[in-house]
């Protein structure tokens, strides 16, 4: 029963390897539309979304499996619960990074942002790349050092995401109604695709180490960090 346990755990951490790897293409594609104004980029993130929810329905059905079938105790129990986990928000990162492709999408062949904002944001999608980058390696080796400098990194974009209000609420902004909107909705997107990189985080220390660091004030993520 136990090598049939390790096997299908196994067939489980792969397809949740493979949706981090598609998330992080997600992630890249989305900022290259963004920032470019590139259409074909914006539908591949779009129709490549698909895969993502797909492999969430997949990740779900094989934890439910094992949960009915293996009745795991203890550690598989962590593994599998914070797998189903992790395949939610990695389903919500894919669907973020779908909104952002689906702006640059609408305002094609005119660029989402104005060009006051395009510092801010192209820091904020660098940030992002790094991030994703992050995460598909924290994933695969159960690095608990990456996840902690996911962690304590974001308050870097949470304070590139504070200077889009600053902009947008400026004396000086230029930009028609509707860019107002899109820097108010893209700003909170890429915030929020932070977030969930920081709950990954979270829940690979879990996996290894039992211990849940949004429990513990010393180590969260608003720990003052150097500027980018």
């Known amino acids: 029963m136990r090598v049939i346990f390790n096997e299908e755990m196994k067939a489980v951490a792969d397809d949740l390897d493979r949706m981090a790897q598609d998330v992080r293409k997600a992630i890249n594609g989305a900022g290259d539309a963004l920032?470019?104004?590139?259409?074909?980029?914006?539908?591949?993130?779009?129709?490549?979304?698909?895969?993502?929810?797909?492999?969430?329905?997949?990740?779900?059905?094989?934890?439910?499996?094992?949960?009915?079938?293996?009745?795991?105790?203890?550690?598989?129990?962590?593994?599998?619960?914070?797998?189903?986990?992790?395949?939610?928000?990695?389903?919500?990162?894919?669907?973020?990074?779908?909104?952002?492709?689906?702006?640059?999408?609408?305002?094609?062949?005119?660029?989402?942002?104005?060009?006051?904002?395009?510092?801010?944001?192209?820091?904020?999608?660098?940030?992002?790349?790094?991030?994703?980058?992050r995460l598909v390696e924290m994933l695969a080796d159960r690095d608990t050092t990456i996840a902690e400098t996911v962690i304590i990194d974001d308050d870097k974009l949470d304070r590139l995401h504070h200077q889009t209000f600053d902009i947008a609420l400026g004396d000086t902004w230029n930009g028609t109604r509707q860019q107002l909107i899109d820097v108010v909705l893209i700003g909170r997107f890429l915030e929020r695709l932070g977030d969930h990189a920081v709950s990954a985080a979270r829940r690979v220390v879990y996996i290894v180490s039992g211990f849940d660091p949004s429990k513990d004030p010393g180590r969260d993520e608003d720990t003052p960090v150097s500027d980018m």
């Open 35 to 133: 920032l470019n104004a590139d259409i074909d980029k914006a539908q591949a993130v779009i129709d490549g979304d698909i895969e993502i929810d797909a492999l969430e329905s997949s990740i779900i059905d094989q934890c439910v499996h094992l949960l009915a079938k293996q009745n795991p105790v203890a550690t598989d129990l962590r593994v599998v619960v914070s797998t189903l986990r992790l395949a939610a928000t990695f389903e919500r990162m894919g669907d973020l990074a779908r909104h952002i492709a689906e702006t640059a999408r609408r305002e094609y062949p005119q660029n989402a942002l104005p060009e006051e904002t395009r510092e801010t944001f192209t820091k904020m999608v660098e940030f992002l790349r790094v991030t994703a980058d």
